[in-house]
């Protein structure tokens, strides 16, 4: 395993009654790393972004999250590793009791009630920061509507401010552009990418759409021109902190770069390219 | 038939395992008090006129029959005392967690339900929060801290119920002799009881409405399976445990 690396899979394997989800997968993720995860329905993706927080245990092998093993942990022991990653759901997970607002500094003060004032913000410094998530995803102006009263990708969007307010080295993002038109597909993946290029996160991020991974790799977040901008330069370090992933029946079938998985000859992984 | 024992052992393990980490929780911190006079307000205040009108009702009813019935002994003077004992004893907190079983198990089980499917159960584990602390602990509080009032309410309104058809209604007891046989007839014993019930029932109807819920899977169709066990549950459990502390009660 690597050191100093944010998530280490090693031979994890995990069944759901007689069907395995996961089988001997191995994986490291390093800060500023992303990983784009693609397979066809029921190949263990979503498990497998839930095995990195514990949301389902594992039945062999070893998951290390920010350096210490979770596979023996109790449910409330991984609260508090857990609260150090963001994840973003395929349909939001948003609360819907509460408006856009509350959603987005529920993570902040779930930390403050678990710390039981120990350093606690204030609320007005916890009101900055939800603005300023908001304002990443540029969905400030729905600070005090309703989940339900915005769109499917707005949605989105305000699960991605949720998961990145407390700032989490790691973010998982499980399908973030399904079921979405294009523009707004686009909109998301160049928040997810600015998201990792402004603050060095790793990403974990769970996709059928090729464009997706293509995005990923090929640009960066120029903070200068505030806008994404290829990267242009053969062996540029930032093209190759992207890794593609294919799964299939629970198994790794493809690990590589966007180039070689462009070369596979592969025909379950040619599966997820472009049509040609 | 090894099957069919284990279908019924492992949700009912799995049931004392989530009472077990719900009752924990109320001594643990975090601590959500907002979220627990939230529920405080849906189940008690959000079920007060329901259970008003039952009570009411109740009392008259069994005014009625009792009247009716006496009066072939010539003991039409004893409905005060009878009105007592069924409503403090039984009917009381019997119907009482019955109209609350309808109304929150089925609102806890629809809620949790909706929120384990649409993912929001998940979100909250994923953000580190404990789904239980969260959701079951405040709501078993509340049931438990609600039902005993609304109980006591529902008795007060049901002897009033009964007082206004045997008194200015059927005139068959005078207004001073109705009352002071209704507080004569009640011991300790009777009042323990009428406390002690919906205190259980309340902690019963909670834990199994959000035990359902959280249990929800296969979408909308599953929170209404879901909604629909967790009333039948709660209703059922609420005979079987009135029986057991009936039982208890009476061998006191």
């Known amino acids: 395993m690597a050191e100093g690396s944010i998530l280490d899979f090693c031979n994890v394997s995990l069944r759901y009654e007689d069907v395995w989800a996961l089988k001997d997968v191995c994986l490291t993720l390093n800060p500023g790393e992303t990983r784009v995860i693609f397979g066809a329905a029921g190949s263990g993706k979503t498990t497998l972004l839930k095995a990195v927080i514990g949301l389902v245990p594992v039945d062999a092998g070893q998951v290390k999250l920010f350096g210490e093993d979770i596979t023996a942990m109790k449910e409330t022991q991984l609260f508090g590793l857990r609260s150090r990653a963001g994840m973003v759901f395929q349909e939001g997970g948003l609360f819907d009791s509460l408006s856009v607002g509350e959603n987005v500094e529920y993570p902040l003060f779930n930390r403050q009630t678990a710390a039981q004032g120990n350093g606690a913000q204030s609320e007005e410094s916890a009101e900055g920061r939800v603005r300023n998530a908001l304002r990443f995803v540029e969905l400030e102006h729905t600070y005090d509507k309703f989940p339900s009263q915005i769109s499917g990708g707005m949605r989105r969007r305000v699960g991605i401010a949720r998961a990145i307010v407390t700032e989490p080295p790691l973010v998982l993002y499980d399908s973030p552009t399904a079921g979405l038109d294009p523009i707004t597909a686009n909109t998301i993946m160049a928040l997810i990418a600015k998201e990792r290029d402004v603050r060095n996160s790793a990403s974990l991020i769970v996709t059928n759409r090729y464009q997706d991974g293509e995005l990923m790799a090929g640009f960066r977040y120029d903070s200068e021109h505030e806008a994404l901008a290829p990267v242009t330069e053969e062996g540029d370090p930032r093209g190759n902190r992207t890794k593609f992933i294919v799964m299939k029946e629970g198994s790794i079938v493809f690990f590589g770069t966007r180039q070689q998985m462009e070369a596979s000859d592969d025909a379950y992984v040619r599966r997820f390219k472009h049509e040609e | ?252």
Request: net charge positive; glycine share 10%; with cysteine.
């Open chain 2, 1 to 252: 038939m090894l099957r069919l024992l284990n279908a019924w052992i492992g949700p009912f393990q799995e049931f004392l395992f989530l009472a077990g980490r719900a009752f924990k929780n109320i001594v643990r911190s975090p601590h959500y008090y907002d979220d627990v006079f939230i529920q405080m307000d849906v189940i008690g205040v959000g079920s007060l006129v329901i259970v008003v009108l039952t009570g009411f009702f109740s009392g008259a009813i069994i005014a009625l029959q009792m009247a009716r019935a006496l009066n072939t002994y010539g003991a039409s003077s004893q409905v005060g005392t009878i009105v007592s004992l069924t409503l403090v004893r039984e009917l009381g907190p019997v119907l009482t967690a019955l109209l609350v079983a309808g109304r929150n198990a089925s609102g806890i089980a629809s809620e949790l339900g909706s929120m384990k499917v649409t993912e929001q159960i998940d979100a909250m584990r994923a953000l580190g929060t404990d789904p239980v602390q969260k959701l079951v602990t405040p709501r078993l509080t509340a049931t438990a801290i609600m039902l005993p009032a609304l109980t006591v309410i529902a008795d007060a309104v049901g002897s009033v119920g009964a007082y206004l058809v045997s008194v200015p209604l059927l005139h068959i007891i005078a207004s001073s002799q109705y009352w002071s046989s209704f507080w004569r007839a009640l011991v300790l014993n009777d009042l323990a009881q009428g406390l002690i019930k919906p205190l259980i029932f309340g902690m019963i109807i909670s834990l199994i409405g959000c035990f359902y819920g959280l249990q929800t899977t296969g979408g909308t169709q599953g929170v209404g399976r879901a909604t629909t066990q967790a009333v039948v549950s709660a209703s059922i459990w609420i005979f079987v445990v009135t029986f057991l502390i009936d039982k208890i009660f009476v061998n006191l």
